[in-house]
Antibody, heavy 118, light 107 residues
Framework: QVQLQESGPGLVKPSETLSLTCTVS????????WSWIRQPPGKGLEWIGY???????NYNPALRSRTTISAGTSMNRFSLKLSSVTAADTAVYYC????????????WGQGTMVTVSS | EIVMTQSPATLSVSPGERATLSCRAS??????LAWFQQKRGQAPRLLIY???SRATGIPARFSGSGSGTEFSLTISSLQSEDFAVYYC?????????FGGGTKVVIK
């Protein structure tokens, strides 16, 4: 059974880079597409971008200039980097797997809260 | 960007009653639509994909319908564990977008 787990700092200073890792247990990223999604406190969901294991990526235009999603050196991890963060980037960040090709998200991590504050 | 609009924002329902949630897309997404349930402090859970297909392990009381721009999620007989926030999401066009959610509360 595939499970996802996000990890990374819970507090990031303004203007710095947010870095998170998603670890896939019970499987690898050598299949499926993998996305990052975030949810500000009390608000809705925003898709950030996806990765295919080959290295192909696609990002939300609203965040593209600041976002990098990449595969880890081991084939069961992928990461998110979001640069020049502000308080507006404070959110719960989720990693998720696309069910088939680029369709619905069928498996989600539990999420990790990241606060941007000095 | 395709804008997804959900209504109502809050739905008050008694246990055992039927609930119908709506989702409208600003342009056609064909059947490329999913529904998620999110409980407080938890990650979203996939309920429905391809507009009307139930995900693995989802009870038959959840059903989805629609295509193009108009979609609905029906919960035939609400159980206590169904009170949550529900989101629709399109995966027809980039960027992938979610509706603002419908909160189902106990009447």
């Amino acid at each position: 059974q595939v499970q996802l787990q996000e990890s990374g700092p819970g507090l990031v200073k303004p203007s710095e880079t947010l870095s998170l890792t998603c670890t896939v247990s019970g499987g690898s990223i050598n299949s499926h597409y993998w996305s990052w999604i975030r949810q500000p406190p009390g608000k809705g969901l925003e898709w950030i971008g996806y990765l295919y294991y080959s290295g192909f990526t696609n990002y939300n235009p609203a965040l593209r200039s600041r976002t990098t999603i990449s595969a880890g050196t081991s084939m069961n991890r992928f990461s998110l980097k979001l640069s020049s963060v502000t308080a507006a980037d404070t959110a719960v960040y989720y990693c998720a797997r696309h069910k088939n090709n680029l369709d619905a998200f069928d498996i989600w991590g539990q999420g990790t809260m990241v606060t941007v504050s000095s | 960007e395709i804008v997804m609009t959900q209504s109502p924002a809050t739905l008050s329902v008694s246990p055992g009653e039927r609930a119908t949630l709506s989702c409208r897309a600003s342009q056609s997404v064909s059947s490329n639509l999913a529904w998620f349930q999110q409980k407080r402090g938890q990650a979203p859970r996939l309920l429905i994909y391809s507009a009307s297909s139930r995900a693995t392990g989802i009870p038959a009381r959840f059903s989805g319908s629609g295509s193009g721009t108009e979609f609905s999620l029906t919960i035939s007989s609400l159980q206590s564990e169904d009170f949550a926030v529900y989101y629709c999401q399109q995966y027809s066009n980039w960027p992938l977008t979610f509706g603002g959610g419908t909160k189902v509360v106990i009447k």
